[in-house]
């Protein structure tokens, strides 16, 4: 499966922002997804995660009650709706896919395939 990952930018602290990942080449709805992301300097971290019908969801502690993560199968399309931005939250977000079990999926290593990334950054 392709992804696409789009909807990053430049932000002040507390706004908001969409990141949409559209999906192409298979069955998107075949494929649990998940959120990454990367700063400078640092690993890449898991973000959120959701499970192939949208049914289940999981977030790292310090995204909880600002991020959501969604999908729409029939668009082929899954979404990262952030809220509350902070210069913290500053990194290159990734999409990718998984097809295995272990869920939630936090380790980047079980994943199949990856997007090319968007940069949010956060302005303090």
């Known amino acids: 499966v392709q992804l696409q990952a789009s909807g990053g930018g430049l932000v002040q602290t507390g706004g908001s922002l969409r990141l949409s990942c559209a999906a192409s080449g298979r069955t998107f709805s075949n494929y649990g997804m998940g959120w990454f992301r990367q700063a400078p300097g640092k690993e890449r971290e898991f973000v959120a995660a959701?499970?192939?019908?949208?049914?289940?969801?999981y977030y790292l502690d310090s995204v909880k009650g600002r991020f959501t993560i969604s999908r729409d199968n029939a668009k082929n399309t899954l979404y990262l709706q952030m809220n509350g931005l902070k210069p913290e939250d500053t990194a290159v977000y990734y999409c990718?896919?998984?097809?295995?079990?272990?869920?939630?999926?936090?380790?980047?290593?079980?994943?199949?395939?990856w997007g090319q990334g968007t940069l949010v950054t956060v302005s303090s």
């Open positions: 990718a896919a998984v097809q295995g079990s272990s869920w939630p999926w936090v380790d980047p290593n079980l994943y199949d395939y």
């Open positions: 959701i499970s192939w019908i949208g049914s289940s969801t």
